[in-house]
């Protein structure tokens, strides 16, 4: 059974940090590129960020950047999220998805397994 399992998440004031963990099981975590991804609420589905299979390649949408981090340690099937200088804009329920083969895709459709998400709160 494929599981994609989001942890980490909770309430922070603004300028604080996270570190978002997303445990995986059930395929091979090495042919898979890793995605994080949040919803607001009232709003679509966001791409944050990606890391290529083998964590040899991160990408970041514009605006997390320099903020955000993704970082994955394939011997654990474990992928990583750390956000830095958090605001209330950031509240968002955040996801981790897989994507078959090497390279990142910011496409929802090109992610095949999804996790449960994990909340994260922002208060000003």
């Known amino acids: 059974e494929v599981q994609l399992v989001e942890s980490g998440g909770g309430l922070v004031q603004a300028g604080g940090s996270l570190r978002l963990s997303c445990a995986a099981s059930?395929?091979?975590?090495?042919?898979?590129?890793m995605g994080w991804w949040r919803q607001a609420p009232g709003k679509e589905r966001r791409w944050v960020s990606c890391i290529s299979s083998g964590g040899t390649t991160t990408y970041y949408a514009d605006s997390f950047e320099g903020r955000f981090t993704i970082s994955s340690h394939n011997a654990g099937n474990t992928v990583y999220l750390q956000m830095n200088s958090l605001k209330p804009e950031d509240t968002a329920v955040y996801y981790c998805?897989?994507?078959?083969?090497?390279?990142?895709?910011?496409?929802?459709?090109?992610?095949?397994?999804w996790g449960q998400g994990t909340q994260v709160t922002v208060s000003s």
């Open positions: 059930g395929f091979s975590f090495d042919d898979y590129a």
């Open positions: 998805a897989a994507s078959w083969g090497y390279s990142c895709s910011g496409s929802f459709y090109e992610y095949d397994y």
